[in-house]
């Protein structure tokens, strides 16, 4: 990775997307890192063999491809009904909610721990989600309901992820006040501001405090402080990195669940990945060709251009663009310092 006053525009906008790559064929992950140099890579079930080897040679083949600057190889690993890797036996945050904190660290040590021996450096695996909600689809993948004790499991999920793997809080800022799946639509959440500080918030900032790597923001509206998507609000980013002053870096939820909630204004991915880029995230996630889908089959090339073009009509904040991509390289090149 050249130093970025040298790279080229489409290569800075190359470097702030993490795509999924379909299958099991190291060469073909290789030759996309080759490519299209992304930020990263999302590890999805397709993508996972039998043989721990195997996956091995797999996010090796990645890392040659991205050389010299090694990428961001990310999973969904939270355990329990959420894992892609199906032999991780390590407890979940529904297993952990009623345990001491303790045992959460030393669950997500061991999950780490795995993780990195196989090559994956990025784990979307914390959820500081907060919710007494039996029906909401989040419900089985939370640690609670009490704001200060999911606080307390999410500070000991990164005690433990610490300097193995860099881990991620999702999906802020929380789908607790909503029983709605931001997988199939976009939740509309009317709970006051204030009310959000003192509850749903907590573990966000018990997270941050610790020194969490990075957020994920959610597809979710909150009326009460932006009509958008805080993936798509630059109020919602001005909030947590310049008010809050959180330093690490920020992703999207996968964009394409965008697409998916059949809102007509976000049937185009080049144009939510434009209003992602001028909301301040760092990392743009398309979780493309998951699926027979037709919607999830996004033409990657398209995508690059329409975003080249739009930086060069003015209608993206060049420097948020340059600030994702210093942060991002920033991020990979502290990679090196994991550890076993």
């Known amino acids: 990775m050249k130093n970025i006053n040298s ?40 993508n996972i063999p039998a043989k721990s080897s195997e996956l091995k040679r797999i996010t090796s083949a990645i890392q040659q491809g991205s050389l010299p600057l090694p990428l961001l190889i990310a999973i969904d690993q939270e355990g329990g009904i959420v894992k892609r890797i199906k032999n991780d036996k390590f407890l979940a945050a529904s297993d952990l909610r009623n345990k001491d904190p303790n045992e959460t660290s030393n669950a997500f040590k061991g999950r780490s721990f795995m993780l990195n021996k196989l090559g994956i450096n990025f784990n979307f695996g914390i959820v500081a989600d907060v919710t007494i909600n039996e029906d909401s689809f989040i ?36 789908h607790g006040a909503t029983a709605l799946d931001s997988h199939a639509t976009i939740p509309l959440v009317k ?49 947590l990195c310049k008010e809050i002053g959180y330093k690490g870096i920020t992703v999207t939820d996968d964009m394409i669940m965008l697409q998916m909630s059949g809102k007509r204004k976000y049937r185009d991915p080049i144009e939510n990945a434009i209003s992602a880029i001028n909301a301040g995230n760092d990392i743009i996630l398309f979780v493309n060709d998951y699926s027979k889908e037709p919607i999830r089959q996004i033409n990657i090339d398209r995508l690059m251009s329409g975003v080249e073009a739009a930086v060069k009509a003015g209608n993206i904040n060049e420097d948020l663009l340059n600030l994702a991509v210093k942060r991002v390289i920033q991020h990979r090149k502290k990679i090196k310092t994991l550890k076993i």
Not at 23 to 32: E, L, M, P, R, S
């Open 7 to 46: 790279l080229t525009l489409r290569e800075k906008i190359a470097s702030i997307f993490m795509f999924h790559v379909p299958g099991k064929d190291a060469n073909v992950f290789a030759d996309f890192v080759s490519k299209y140099r992304p930020a990263g890579i999302i590890l999805m079930e397709d």
């Open 139 to 174: 419900y089985g993948r939370v640690f609670g309901s009490d704001p200060k004790l999911v606080g307390e499991h999410v500070k000991a999920a990164l005690r433990g992820s610490k300097k193995l793997i860099f881990s991620t809080l999702k999906h802020f800022p929380g």
């Open 191 to 239: 709970l006051p501001k204030g009310d959000w500080l003192k509850k749903d918030f907590l573990p966000f900032r018990m997270g941050i405090d610790q020194g969490t790597e990075a957020i994920m923001f959610g597809h979710l509206i909150y009326k009460d402080v932006d009509d958008k998507p805080a993936s798509l609000s630059l109020k919602w980013h001005f909030f």
